[in-house]
């Protein structure tokens, strides 16, 4: 169980780490537009030898072999079969090839890898030690291997018995193979793949597509360590396929201190890496190598018969730069293979560069020369351009305000004769029509002064009456269509009325007194067939009568419908039993109040429940009813002129009364303070068969058993949520 418990943990930590790189490369790769190049770093970890070694350092080690292998291909074979190809005659260097290390490590069949998943797999009882008995069996006459096995080293304390020694390029390395095989078995069963791929978390679930039923294998998954292999195989196929240049890290110490070089040390580590090697093979070779075509057109500008193009063979075209930098081939400077052309001296090539440098510097001059008197003699030409052009514009100029001149002066003429011709033909068209209108005139006066002259007698008494009739009529017709369309709304509330003339001034009075009564009707009807609306209709004309233009915060309870019940008792059971025990079912009015002390004027929250017959006090959690005074006992109620919510509730004080009327007057705090005193007034007029008197003043005398107290509403002058009240002496003061 712990063994599969940490394999499904590295899983998980290594498929979400390959995730996170592969988001992270696609976030940040260039869209691929054609061929391009790229530029990869590879940071290799150093060469692990500890006092114990296990598997890790096994694998650690042997990617330094392949990547010392690698380093070997690229540096040392690759520069000396780069001199055979070439025919270039030069002294073989002999350095050691760690390829037989490699195959001892990874060869199939045969390798310390390839042994150890044969004997992962291998039934029956296998341990770290049947491995290394099968090593022995197997790899113990190999020359970089060392066992405790062998007769030589039978007696080598240096060796444990439960370990083995390889020869790597770096030196000898002993590993434990104490977790050898278990940490070589870091499988991922296939119960635990399909598991994750039934999980409701579908991130987690993309990791493990092999637990997917569709898409089972029967084939064992691979160990760590052909896993490792497998990585390793394709590092090294990616940096063959490119041109890797290597920066080698010397470690001066082992104590990271400055100023201490440990000679013993960096020779051990130049030892090791290959660089003695690499060494002899550049002193032996040639520091500088280049293709004679990419030589040819660098250099060219350093000889005359190359420059400015060479029409012969390339490699003749080097030899001539060469001569004409006096390089010598009698030393051995330069040597000529097949396809590049080799320089020994770097100071040959740094005189090269120089002499390039000058010459391009030279070649600079020239063409700023020539790009200079180009460009001298282009803005000569721009300059003669402009000036044919100024002048050609500015002859057009002056032409054109010649001629513009010329026919402004003609236009002018031409439009004052014109004009002078029209207002004459004007004038006598003018005077025509004066002269038609006056005989017109002279018409119809002459007509008019015959007509009165016969009907003088009689148009007086007869058609004076008929046209002021008609006037009257047609101002009564025009003020009667203007009402009909400008009639207000059928709402009783509405005070809107169109204006009219102060002669139909009481005509529209009555007509608004009409039309009032007329939609009163229609507003009364509506309550006929809704009995429920007429009973919350006549409460608030109860409230409208008792509170207008009296109680400040009545304004604001006009459009809040009255609902009663906000205790919700009706359809509770508590109170249902409560009221079958004092026989009274019936709730007027119920709701959250306060009720404030009549000793210190503390509020104290309550509920207070106004049945047909009482009004009752109750506990807001239990229902249970602390205070119950008949309706017959309520003398009458007081409220104030402001703003508050606080009622007050006389009760008579006789003799026999209850122990609640005894106390004296009740004093209510209560959000629904009009609507409370609006229902008790009802019912208690029902019960009394005589109205409620409701006192509205900002004072008012308080019974508090047989004392007097007197009750003052005071404005505090600061916007209060609730009112304050407070009992000093025989007055109890309120604050709004």
């Not at 869209?31 to 006092?51: A, C």
């Not at 009564?517 to 006549?538: G, H, N, S």
């Not at 919700?568 to 709701?591: E, F, H, M, N, Y």
């Not at 068969?689 to 508090?704: G, S």
Request: net charge positive.
């Amino acid at each position: 169980a712990r063994n599969a418990r940490d394999a499904l943990a590295k899983a998980i930590y290594s498929r979400l780490f390959d995730w996170l790189v592969e988001k992270v490369n696609s976030t940040i790769r260039v869209t691929p537009e054609g061929k391009r190049k790229s530029i990869g770093v590879l940071d290799i970890y150093g060469f692990e030898i500890f006092k114990v070694n296990s598997f890790e350092q096994f694998m650690i080690n042997y990617c330094n072999e392949k990547l010392q292998h690698v380093f070997i291909e690229l540096t040392l074979r690759s520069e000396q079969e780069e001199y055979e190809r070439e025919g270039v005659k030069w002294e073989h260097i002999e350095y050691f090839d760690n390829v037989i290390v490699c195959d001892l490590i990874e060869k199939p069949g045969g390798g310390i890898m390839s042994l150890l998943d044969d004997e992962c797999l291998r039934p029956g009882e296998v341990t770290d030690m049947t491995f290394l008995r099968k090593l022995d069996q197997r790899i113990l006459s190999h020359a970089h291997y060392e066992s405790r096995a062998s007769k030589k080293l039978h007696s080598d304390r240096t060796l444990p018995r439960n370990g083995f020694r390889i020869k790597h390029y770096a030196g000898m390395v002993t590993y434990c193979v104490d977790g050898f095989i278990d940490k070589n078995k870091d499988l991922l069963l296939r119960d635990l793949s399909r598991a994750m791929w039934e999980c409701e978390h579908p991130f987690a679930k993309s990791f493990f597509t092999e637990g997917d039923p569709e898409n089972t294998s029967l084939k064992r998954p691979p160990t760590t360590g052909t896993q490792f292999k497998a990585s390793i195989g394709e590092l090294m196929k990616s940096l063959l396929s490119k041109n890797p240049n290597y920066i080698r890290c010397i470690k001066p110490n082992d104590l990271k201190n400055a100023n201490n070089f440990n000679e013993q040390l960096v020779r051990h580590q130049a030892r090791y890496l290959g660089l003695m090697e690499n060494i002899r093979v550049r002193r032996a070779g040639y520091a500088f190598r280049q293709h004679y075509n990419i030589m040819l057109d660098r250099y060219k500008m350093l000889a005359d018969k190359t420059w400015p193009n060479w029409k012969g063979p390339p490699r003749e075209g080097v030899v001539q730069i060469l001569k004409a930098m006096k390089v010598s081939n009698n030393k051995r400077d330069f040597v000529c293979g097949r396809t590049k052309i080799f320089i020994r001296n770097p100071k040959t090539l740094f005189d090269m560069e120089d002499s390039r440098r000058e010459r391009l510097h030279d070649m600079a001059t020239l063409i700023q020369k020539m790009y200079k008197g180009w460009a001298c003699r282009t803005h000569f030409l721009a300059m003669r351009w402009a000036v044919n052009i100024f002048s050609s514009n500015w002859r057009c100029i002056v032409q054109r305000r010649k001629y513009d001149q010329l026919r402004n002066a003609t236009v002018t003429v031409q439009s004052f004769y014109r004009g002078w011709i029209e207002r004459r033909a004007y004038y006598e068209v003018k005077y025509k029509l004066k002269c038609e209108w006056a005989a017109g005139i002279v018409v119809k006066y002459f007509y008019g002064w015959r007509a009165r002259k016969e009907h003088r007698k009689r148009f007086r008494s007869v058609a004076g009456p008929k046209i002021i009739r008609a006037v009257r009529l047609w101002l009564r017709y025009t003020f009667l269509m203007h009402l009909s369309r400008n009639l207000p709304s059928q709402s009783p509330a509405s005070a809107e009325w169109p204006a009219c003339t102060p002669a139909f001034r009481d005509t529209s009075r009555l007509l608004k007194e009409m039309y009032h009564l007329w939609r009163c009707m229609l507003y009364r009807k509506q309550f006929e067939d809704d009995p429920k609306r007429k009973a919350v209709f006549i409460e608030k004309m109860v409230a409208s009568k008792t509170f207008k233009d009296r109680k400040a915060c009545y304004p604001r309870s006009v459009a809040v419908p009255f609902r009663g019940d906000y205790l919700s008792l009706r359809s509770d059971q508590r109170w249902q039993q409560t009221a079958t025990v004092i026989k009274d079912p019936s709730v007027v009015w119920s709701g959250p109040i306060m009720k404030i002390h009549r000793a210190n004027g503390k509020a104290v929250p309550k509920g207070l429940v106004i049945t047909t017959q009482a009004f009752a006090i109750l506990d807001t959690k239990t229902l249970r009813i602390t205070h119950r005074v008949p309706l017959t006992e309520l003398m009458s109620i007081s409220v104030s002129t402001m703003k508050d919510t606080i009622a007050v509730f006389h009760i008579k004080q006789e003799n026999g009364a209850s122990e609640a009327c005894k106390k004296g007057d009740f004093i209510f705090q209560a959000s629904q303070v009009i609507e409370l005193v609006t229902k008790t007034k009802r019912v208690a007029q029902e019960v009394l068969r005589k109205p409620l008197p409701v006192n509205i003043a900002n004072q008012a005398e308080l019974m508090f058993g047989a004392n007097r107290v007197q009750l003052v509403f005071q404005n505090s002058g600061q916007q209060l949520t609730a009112a304050l009240c407070r009992r000093s002496g025989a007055q109890l003061e309120v604050l709004v």
